[in-house]
């Protein structure tokens, strides 16, 4: 038996490999799990473009004397237990999680419960542990069979779009909005993004704020049917905002020059958040920009405070409420949000993610991979 794996080049993510390689024996501890399916998204591209410097290549290195040059991008989705030399882990179990582009792969569970386990890897010690769970789909509470897909596509990404929500509501927008004054503008790139308009699915449920959508021309009507942006506007119409509009901006594209733009043209610029970098090809740094230094959001962080705050139950409430309410206007029959497209075996995930990374495609489009040739 064999592992395949799609490695990406580090330096030069357009390049890919479909590699082979033997499977082990498991050590005492150890579990094998088969990769069923999992989400390729514009998030997925960010953990390449940032996987040096917030450590995604870390979580599943590559095993060769060319490690350095090549890694596997982490996905979320589902995997089964094919073989376990572990007692509280039986063959069998399905687990949502974090997993590589890859066919199977071997984890050391730890800390196990009821709910799930964690990575204990030595390799995965110093990484973030949000990331090192994995979640024992007949014990998750936003687990259903039908919504697998949804879940694999949104549920990472919805996780960041209410904490982006919520970090800039508990920061009172930053003074952006002053009680009795004009409402706060909330600047929003890459607006088609899945990310971006499950935040903009929850600042629209807020007071004294106006969210604005700044997408490419082609995307505009998809942005303005999804109802969740009170503006939406191409990159070339940021004219058509106040420059002295007192706003924070939300950056999910990664796009320096637009990142300027915005910061030359708003006096009242009260905070710029970083998210990701779809747009790989511009990311680049800020050194000279007037007004706030831009801030990259890290998820992690505002999960260990609202932990701290509520308790990990009374977190994990507050999303599941927010998480049903938005799948459930996600899937709405009449106008859905989402349209999910399998695709299975090696040649078609090397496809797909060319597809993704280029950024080409319908955003509504959600993509479910497998490297498993055949059910």
């Not at 038996?1 to 479909?18: F, G, N, S, V």
């Not at 039908?146 to 904490?163: G, V």
């Not at 970098?277 to 007004?291: I, N």
């Not at 962080?301 to 009374?314: H, P, T």
Request: with cysteine.
């Amino acid at each position: 038996m064999t592992t395949l794996d799609l490695l990406i080049r580090k330096d030069q993510l357009t390049t890919t490999e479909l590699r082979h390689s033997p499977q082990l024996p498991l050590n005492p501890g150890e579990i094998r799990m088969r990769i069923d399916s999992f989400a390729l998204t514009s998030n997925n591209i960010t953990y390449a473009a940032f996987g040096d410097a917030m450590n995604y290549w870390s979580f599943f290195p590559v095993t060769a004397a060319d490690a350095s040059l090549w890694g596997r991008i982490p996905v979320w989705g589902f995997g089964t237990v094919v073989a376990s030399e572990h007692s509280d882990v039986a063959l069998g179990e399905r687990f949502y999680g974090y997993y590589p582009m890859s066919s199977h792969v071997v984890l050391q569970p730890a800390r196990t419960s009821s709910a799930g386990f964690s990575d204990g890897a030595a390799h995965r010690a110093s990484l973030h542990p949000v990331y090192n769970q994995y979640v024992r789909c007949s014990a998750d509470p936003f687990y259903t069979a039908e919504s697998e897909d949804t879940q694999a596509l949104l549920r990472p990404l919805f996780t960041t779009s209410w904490l982006i929500d919520d970090f800039l509501a508990d920061n009172q927008f930053f003074g952006a909005a002053e009680p009795g004054g004009p409402p706060a503008t909330l600047i929003l790139s890459s607006a088609s993004s899945k990310t971006a308009f499950g935040t903009a699915f929850q600042l629209a449920q807020r007071d004294g704020v106006e969210v604005v959508g700044l997408t490419s021309a082609g995307n505009v009507a998809f942005c303005e049917s999804l109802g969740c942006y009170h503006r939406v506007l191409t990159y070339e119409q940021l004219d058509q905002i106040n420059a002295d509009a007192a706003c924070v901006y939300i950056d999910f594209a990664g796009n320096a020059e637009l990142r300027r733009a915005i910061h030359t043209r708003f006096t009242q610029l009260r905070y710029s958040s970083s998210i990701g970098g779809t747009h790989v090809d511009q990311l680049g740094g800020a050194k000279t920009l007037p007004g706030p230094k831009p801030t990259l959001f890290f998820a992690p962080a505002q999960i260990k405070k609202r932990s701290g705050e509520w308790g990990a139950q009374g977190l994990g409430q507050r999303l599941l409420q927010a998480w049903q309410t938005f799948t459930a206007r996600v899937n709405d029959p009449q106008n859905p949000w989402l349209v999910v497209h399998h695709h299975r075996g090696a040649d078609a995930v090397a496809l797909t993610y060319q597809k993704v990374l280029g950024g080409r495609g319908d955003p509504r489009e959600g993509h479910i991979l497998t490297l498993q040739e055949r059910e």
